[in-house]
């Protein structure tokens, strides 16, 4: 028996400033490649290649990896070999307000329609008054009046003609005709038409009816005809003039768009509408709106430029900040008005789905999903492949109003979703459309594996952002600094963190202390301070609880023996920094029926992990104790002093060696703590956080007085993750601090008590003065006395151990 601590050889290679051949980052090449990310850069590059309906791509990994910056970069060089996409607008539908019409137009057409129609409509704002007022107009509409008037005058002579025929005046006066009887060319007063004779009379009076008819036929049938044709003559006319003034301008413009035979389409129906609507181009006569309403009939000829590439340069690449309905498929918004909202197709406002249409979109998943229907209409869009713009109200049928129905547009776009893997996993097993329209996934590196290639990379990456940044240049060490501290992040000798929003933190922190301390090159020195401000400034906790285990008002022993309590090591999460703490592990045990109490699940304080942990060391004890001879024990475990929930099973080692030094009562030194979980053969496994633990007990040494016997042991499997301060390792060489790598639980009792763990013979028994020995003589104590007492009370006798009642699985509760 005789085990020795770690050396400084047996740990870990650290990157030390002596590998580099440069003095600063300024001697080195820029990294222009993205480091770590082969995997999801190959991902990336077979789905921007795939064209086929549902390629799109979902790029998983934490945040801070550097997923959007990577996705950004490599989009933005891939955009730039594709062709620019064309123009959009919107243009009013003639034939129907309500249904705008989409018009494709390529790259920089669009804009030059939309002046083209402005300049237009100006142009004939003045010609076509200029037309109407012109002397030719003029004496074609008095031409027209006179024709009209003449028809009437000669209307009203033939029955004045008629009427005289038949003794009947007929007088025209303020819009009134009257009718008055004659006898002998003379009118008659009332009462010399009383006195003619009644024969006379009643001729007179069917003569005045008859001739009131002919009024009639005049006014009701001929007049009203005479005005409609009259009318269709001034329209004829109208239009006739209209025609003139627009055609010189709108040849022009046929010609100039004559390549597209859409946007010829619409300039035709501009051309007839505006001959049908020349009065809103002529001065309008009464009250005029105020201001900007005055301008709005003419509205209708404008163009809605939703999407202008005339300056693009290759496919757009659109990042949506706030993906919302709205902020996705885009918007018709509206204009109150005399309390009333109204809209029409020069309101229609695009979305980021318009915008990247033809190019790529990239979103945040987790904020997308957050939206209200914002993920249900992307699918919908993706699955259609066109975007229709429709109120979320109209959608949802919460509003009967009318609103406008723009033409959809056709959707040609590849989505990029930016999310964590649980997000992703979660979509991919509980949304069936997700797998059809996000086949593929790139999936983003935490780590980069170690080598003196990778090194440099990683060097000229940290070379790459100083520069970026603008930040003062670093020397090697403090290169070999920040590397060291990216091995920490991963919590692996092996391998660097690809983790970049740390990295960059931490290179900008420097740089300030840099500055702070009058250095114009960032040190070595410089980065580890930058280091200590990050945890100083979140430490408070650590320091809380530091602080009452040496006031002892947490027990917490570091010299002296103790039969039955071990030092176990955990760690705790305060936001994004994590600290070890040691936590006074203990265990009784005595005669009873060879369970094994979990405190901590009895009492619903204990995780399932914890739990599942207490069950194996269970069973190595009925693996190697219980073969030849019942288990009559029950054995207690608990954490001293933990008002909080305990899980994981890191500390599954040490409950086992404290039931060990019960069962044997072989007192544990207390200068040591431990950490490892333990299998149902006595093996120790790897577990998580090993810097954190030694340095937390160490810290606690220290704080106390380092003896040169206090250490931590450890599994032989973690030793590759232990990155450990400058002064850990500093008391390592010095022999104040130990570490050991262990096996197997029989190392780690013999270097806690200091005695001897035995080997068994064939017959499974161990050395007489070895732990194994004691602690299979107690068992075997407990068994007869068990069988004495089964005898003595006529009861039966104690069941093997591989036949004793199964403990209740274990219940779930809640994590620290």
Same mark, same amino acid.
């Given at each position: 028996?005789?085990?020795?601590?770690?050396?400084?050889?047996?740990?870990?290679?650290?990157?030390?400033?002596?590998?580099?051949?440069?003095?600063?980052?300024?001697?080195?090449?820029?990294?222009?490649?993205?480091?770590?990310?082969?995997?999801?850069?190959?991902?990336?590059?077979?789905?921007?290649?795939?064209?086929?309906?549902?390629?799109?791509?979902?790029?998983?990994?934490?945040?801070?990896?550097?997923?959007?910056?990577?996705?950004?970069?490599?989009?933005?060089?891939?955009?730039?070999?594709?062709?620019?996409?064309?123009?959009?607008?919107?243009?009013?539908?003639?034939?129907?307000?309500?249904?705008?019409?989409?018009?494709?137009?390529?790259?920089?057409?669009?804009?030059?329609?939309?002046?083209?129609?402005?300049?237009?409509?100006?142009?004939?704002?003045?010609?076509?008054?200029?037309?109407?007022?012109?002397?030719?107009?003029? @004496?074609?509409? /008095?031409?027209? #009046?006179? !024709?009209?008037?003449? $028809?009437?005058?000669? +209307?009203?002579?033939?029955?004045? *003609? %008629?009427?005289?025929?038949?003794?009947?005046?007929?007088?025209?006066?303020?819009?009134?005709?009257?009718?008055?009887?004659? @006898?002998?060319? /003379?009118?008659? #007063?009332? !009462?010399?038409?009383? $006195?003619?004779?009644? +024969?006379?009379?009643?001729?007179? *009076? %069917?003569?005045?009816?008859?001739?009131?008819?002919?009024?009639?036929?005049?006014?009701?049938?001929?007049?009203?005809?005479?005005?409609?044709?009259?009318?269709?003559?001034?329209?004829?006319?109208?239009?006739?003039?209209?025609?003139?003034?627009?055609?010189?301008?709108?040849?022009?413009?046929?010609?100039?768009?004559?390549?597209?035979?859409?946007?010829?389409?619409?300039?035709?129906?501009?051309?007839?509408?505006?001959?049908?609507?020349?009065?809103?181009?002529?001065?309008?006569?009464?009250?005029?709106?105020?201001?900007?309403?005055?301008?709005?009939?003419?509205?209708?000829?404008?163009?809605?430029?939703?999407?202008?590439?005339?300056?693009?340069?290759?496919?757009?690449?659109?990042?949506?900040?706030?993906?919302?309905?709205?902020?996705?498929?885009?918007?018709?918004?509206?204009?109150?008005?005399?309390?009333?909202?109204?809209?029409?197709?020069?309101?229609?406002?695009?979305?980021?789905?318009?915008?990247?249409?033809?190019?790529?979109?990239?979103?945040?998943?987790?904020?997308?999903?957050?939206?209200?229907?914002?993920?249900?209409?992307?699918?919908?869009?993706?699955?259609?492949?066109?975007?229709?713009?429709?109120?979320?109200?109209?959608?949802?049928?919460?509003?009967?109003?009318?609103?406008?129905?723009?033409?959809?547009?056709?959707?040609?776009?590849?989505?990029?979703?930016?999310?964590?893997?649980?997000?992703?996993?979660?979509?991919?097993?509980?949304?069936?459309?997700?797998?059809?329209?996000?086949?593929?996934?790139?999936?983003?590196?935490?780590?980069?594996?170690?080598?003196?290639?990778?090194?440099?990379?990683?060097?000229?990456?940290?070379?790459?952002?100083?520069?970026?940044?603008?930040?003062?240049?670093?020397?090697?060490?403090?290169?070999?600094?920040?590397?060291?501290?990216?091995?920490?992040?991963?919590?692996?000798?092996?391998?660097?963190?690809?983790?970049?929003?740390?990295?960059?933190?931490?290179?900008?922190?420097?740089?300030?202390?840099?500055?702070?301390?009058?250095?114009?090159?960032?040190?070595?020195?410089?980065?580890?301070?930058?280091?200590?401000?990050?945890?100083?400034?979140?430490?408070?906790?650590?320091?809380?609880?530091?602080?009452?285990?040496?006031?002892?008002?947490?027990?917490?022993?570091?010299?002296?023996?103790?039969?039955?309590?071990?030092?176990?090591?955990?760690?705790?999460?305060?936001?994004?920094?994590?600290?070890?703490?040691?936590?006074?592990?203990?265990?009784?045990?005595?005669?009873?029926?060879?369970?094994?109490?979990?405190?901590?699940?009895?009492?619903?304080?204990?995780?399932?992990?914890?739990?599942?942990?207490?069950?194996?060391?269970?069973?190595?004890?009925?693996?190697?104790?219980?073969?030849?001879?019942?288990?009559?024990?029950?054995?207690?475990?608990?954490?001293?002093?933990?008002?909080?929930?305990?899980?994981?099973?890191?500390?599954?080692?040490?409950?086992?060696?404290?039931?060990?030094?019960?069962?044997?009562?072989?007192?544990?030194?207390?200068?040591?703590?431990?950490?490892?979980?333990?299998?149902?053969?006595?093996?120790?496994?790897?577990?998580?956080?090993?810097?954190?633990?030694?340095?937390?007990?160490?810290?606690?040494?220290?704080?106390?007085?380092?003896?040169?016997?206090?250490?931590?042991?450890?599994?032989?499997?973690?030793?590759?993750?232990?990155?450990?301060?400058?002064?850990?390792?500093?008391?390592?060489?010095?022999?104040?601090?130990?570490?050991?790598?262990?096996?197997?639980?029989?190392?780690?009792?013999?270097?806690?008590?200091?005695?001897?763990?035995?080997?068994?013979?064939?017959?499974?028994?161990?050395?007489?003065?070895?732990?194994?020995?004691?602690?299979?003589?107690?068992?075997?104590?407990?068994?007869?006395?068990?069988?004495?007492?089964?005898?003595?009370?006529?009861?039966?006798?104690?069941?093997?151990?591989?036949?004793?009642?199964?403990?209740?699985?274990?219940?779930?509760?809640?994590?620290?």
């Amino acid at each position: 028996m005789n085990h020795q601590p770690l050396t400084l050889d047996q740990l870990p290679r650290c990157c030390v400033e002596a590998e580099f051949d440069f003095a600063t980052t300024d001697d080195l090449e820029p990294l222009t490649e993205i480091i770590g990310q082969d995997r999801a850069i190959e991902a990336i590059r077979f789905g921007l290649g795939m064209a086929h309906q549902g390629y799109n791509l979902f790029v998983l990994g934490p945040p801070g990896v550097g997923k959007f910056t990577a996705i950004s970069q490599y989009l933005t060089e891939a955009a730039r070999r594709g062709p620019v996409p064309g123009d959009w607008c919107y243009v009013n539908n003639f034939a129907d307000d309500s249904k705008p019409i989409l018009l494709a137009l390529p790259p920089g057409r669009g804009s030059l329609l939309r002046d083209d129609l402005q300049r237009l409509i100006d142009d004939l704002k003045n010609a076509i008054p200029q037309a109407f007022d012109s002397d030719h107009y003029k @004496a074609r509409v /008095q031409q027209i #009046e006179a !024709e009209f008037q003449g $028809r009437q005058e000669r +209307a009203f002579a033939a029955l004045q *003609e %008629a009427a005289a025929r038949q003794n009947i005046g007929v007088h025209q006066t303020a819009g009134e005709i009257t009718l008055v009887p004659m @006898a002998n060319g /003379q009118e008659l #007063e009332p !009462e010399a038409f009383q $006195r003619l004779p009644e +024969a006379q009379r009643q001729q007179l *009076e %069917a003569a005045v009816v008859e001739i009131r008819r002919q009024l009639q036929e005049i006014f009701q049938r001929q007049m009203p005809a005479w005005r409609k044709e009259a009318r269709e003559w001034f329209r004829a006319l109208n239009h006739e003039v209209t025609r003139d003034a627009v055609g010189l301008y709108m040849e022009a413009l046929s010609r100039r768009y004559a390549d597209l035979p859409q946007a010829l389409d619409y300039l035709n129906g501009v051309q007839k509408d505006i001959i049908a609507h020349a009065e809103l181009f002529r001065p309008q006569e009464g009250p005029q709106l105020p201001l900007p309403m005055a301008d709005e009939p003419l509205h209708r000829y404008r163009v809605n430029l939703i999407l202008d590439h005339g300056q693009s340069i290759g496919r757009p690449v659109i990042y949506e900040e706030h993906p919302s309905y709205a902020n996705l498929v885009g918007r018709i918004e509206h204009r109150a008005v005399m309390g009333a909202l109204l809209t029409n197709f020069t309101l229609i406002k695009p979305g980021a789905l318009h915008r990247a249409n033809g190019g790529y979109l990239i979103l945040d998943a987790r904020k997308l999903l957050g939206q209200p229907f914002a993920w249900e209409a992307l699918k919908q869009a993706l699955g259609k492949r066109e975007l229709r713009i429709e109120p979320l109200e109209q959608v949802l049928s919460f509003a009967a109003t009318t609103s406008l129905e723009p033409q959809p547009m056709p959707l040609e776009v590849k989505i990029v979703l930016l999310g964590d893997r649980q997000l992703y996993y979660l979509l991919h097993a509980y949304d069936p459309d997700f797998a059809e329209l996000f086949k593929v996934a790139a999936d983003f590196e935490t780590g980069l594996a170690r080598s003196p290639e990778n090194d440099l990379r990683y060097a000229r990456m940290i070379a790459t952002q100083v520069r970026n940044r603008g930040l003062a240049p670093f020397d090697r060490s403090a290169v070999s600094a920040v590397i060291q501290h990216s091995m920490r992040l991963e919590a692996d000798a092996l391998k660097l963190s690809t983790h970049m929003r740390s990295v960059a933190d931490l290179l900008v922190e420097a740089h300030y202390w840099a500055g702070q301390n009058g250095n114009d090159t960032v040190t070595a020195a410089d980065v580890r301070q930058a280091i200590r401000a990050q945890i100083e400034r979140l430490d408070r906790v650590r320091d809380r609880s530091y602080e009452h285990i040496l006031r002892d008002a947490v027990m917490i022993a570091t010299e002296g023996a103790v039969i039955g309590q071990v030092n176990g090591l955990s760690v705790l999460q305060v936001g994004n920094f994590s600290f070890g703490q040691p936590s006074r592990i203990t265990a009784t045990t005595r005669l009873g029926d060879g369970r094994v109490i979990d405190i901590e699940r009895e009492t619903e304080l204990g995780g399932p992990i914890h739990s599942k942990g207490v069950f194996i060391l269970s069973s190595f004890l009925g693996s190697r104790y219980g073969q030849t001879q019942p288990l009559a024990l029950t054995a207690s475990l608990t954490f001293e002093q933990s008002y909080g929930g305990v899980e994981g099973d890191s500390a599954s080692l040490a409950e086992l060696c404290a039931l060990l030094s019960s069962l044997s009562q072989v007192p544990i030194r207390q200068c040591y703590a431990m950490t490892g979980s333990v299998d149902q053969f006595g093996r120790a496994q790897v577990i998580g956080g090993v810097s954190e633990k030694v340095e937390g007990f160490f810290d606690i040494c220290k704080a106390r007085g380092l003896t040169g016997e206090q250490g931590v042991l450890l599994p032989q499997a973690n030793v590759v993750n232990l990155i450990l301060r400058q002064e850990v390792l500093d008391a390592i060489a010095a022999g104040q601090f130990r570490l050991y790598a262990i096996e197997d639980v029989d190392q780690a009792i013999e270097i806690l008590t200091g005695v001897a763990a035995g080997v068994p013979d064939a017959e499974g028994n161990y050395p007489a003065d070895s732990l194994n020995a004691r602690v299979q003589a107690r068992l075997r104590r407990f068994a007869e006395l068990r069988r004495d007492f089964g005898r003595s009370d006529g009861g039966e006798t104690a069941r093997p151990a591989g036949h004793r009642a199964a403990p209740e699985p274990p219940q779930p509760s809640p994590t620290p």
